[in-house]
Structures are given as structure tokens and as C-alpha cells.
T-cell receptor
């Protein structure tokens, strides 16, 4: 059982380049999330999707866009990468978005913007 | 403002030396508290959910407890393989999880 799978695992970009981070889950969860993790700041929510067909902004959405492609897949796009977006990005999924059920995480994408 | 604070930031233990990690929170109407373990280069791995004050959960050498203002993760006779960063999280007023910055635990043989 793979759980939450993220690709790629590592990426280096130049300022201004664009890229899409991919995430897929096989747990039949309704909700999916994108976080970034920076030293000393904990996990911060970028965007989430409470259910297929819906997306909403989290705490730090600027500079990002998302697409909930289907129930399994939720992608995060950086249109014009900036050095401030250098971070580790985690995708997570959960049974619902009401907060009472745990979220399950992938192993992250380590992104460096030069 | 919803907030989660974990202490200490880092903890070094000798193998077999029991200790506790703290997670304090300020949210109105607690609807659950989650503990995660995160190994270097990996995503957070779910450990426990606690829903009400007085509740306890155990897994191997770990025991999580909950009061109305904080949670403790007790580690009994730790082993080097327990070394990791331990995160706690609570749902905030918007139902989204608020994470603490974690406690980095190192257990030496």
C-alpha cells in the first residue's frame, strides 16, 4: 500500500522557471493538502481540496496554484519560481476536511530555487 | 489566535533514560490533537489521535496523554531508533491543522 506518493523527490529551478509538483493517494480519501516546511516555522498550509472539484487557499497561497485532477491526484504549480519558495513541500490526504481525522503525508519534494 | 507550542526544541537522552515532550495549545473548543513522528528526509508519520482530556494512547515505548491545555508524549526506556522529530497538531477554528515546530529527539546508545 503506497499511501501518498509525491514526485519528484528533488528539484532545482532557476528564478522565474515554472514547475508542477505531483501528488497521488490510494487511500480513497476525500481531502488533500499541500504544505511547505521551513526550518523553525513548522508545516504551513498552502492550498487544500476538501473534496474532488473544490480547492481553497490556506495560510500561504501566494505564488502557487493547484489542481484537483480527480479524487486521487492533487498537483501544485509554481508559475514563476522565486528564491523564497525554496522549501520542502509535503502533500497529505485525509478522510475529511473537518479536522477530526488524521492526515497522512507523502515523503516530500525538496525544491531549491536559485 | 490559535497556536501550538512544543517544548523542548531539542532533547538528548541516553538509551533507557525516560522523558516527556510537551505540546501546549490555545484553541477554542479542542476537537482533537494529533502526534506525528518525522524522520530526516521523510514525511510526518501519524502516531496518535487524542480527543478528550484524560485520554491516553500507547504504542510500544510511547504514551500520549491529554489535558485541557496540553499534551505530553512520554517516552519510556527509549532506544536509538526512537530518534526523530516529534510533531503535534490541532484543528484550528477554520478546521485546518495547526502544527507545532516539533521536538528533535536524539537517543544515544
Amino acid at each position: 500500500n503506497a499511501g501518498v506518493t509525491q514526485t519528484p523527490k528533488f528539484q532545482v529551478l532557476k528564478t522565474g522557471q515554472s514547475m508542477t509538483l505531483q501528488c497521488a493517494q490510494d487511500m480513497n480519501h476525500n481531502s488533500m493538502y499541500w504544505y511547505r516546511q521551513d526550518p523553525g516555522m513548522g508545516l504551513r498550509l498552502i492550498y487544500y481540496s476538501a473534496s474532488e472539484g473544490t480547492t481553497d487557499k490556506g495560510e500561504v497561497p501566494n505564488g502557487y496554484n493547484v489542481s484537483r485532477l480527480n479524487k486521487r491526484e492533487f498537483s501544485l504549480r509554481l508559475e514563476s519560481a522565486a528564491p523564497s519558495q525554496t522549501s520542502v513541500y509535503f502533500c497529505a490526504s485525509g478522510q475529511n476536511s473537518r479536522g477530526k481525522q488524521p492526515q497522512h503525508f507523502g515523503d516530500g519534494t525538496r525544491l531549491s530555487i536559485l | 489566535e490559535d497556536q501550538v507550542t512544543q517544548s523542548p526544541e531539542a532533547l538528548r537522552l541516553q538509551e533507557g533514560e525516560s522523558s516527556s515532550l510537551n505540546c501546549s495549545y490555545t484553541v477554542s473548543g479542542l476537537r482533537g490533537l494529533f502526534w506525528y513522528r518525522q524522520d530526516p528526509g521523510k514525511g510526518p508519520e501519524f502516531l496518535f489521535t487524542l480527543y478528550s482530556a484524560g485520554e491516553e494512547k500507547e504504542k510500544e515505548r510511547l504514551k500520549a496523554t491529554l489535558t485541557k491545555k496540553e499534551s505530553f508524549l512520554h517516552i519510556t526506556a527509549p532506544k536509538p531508533e526512537d530518534s526523530a522529530t516529534y510533531l503535534c497538531a490541532v484543528p484550528g477554528n477554520t478546521d485546518k491543522l495547526i502544527f507545532g515546530t516539533g521536538t528533535r529527539l536524539q537517543v544515544f546508545p
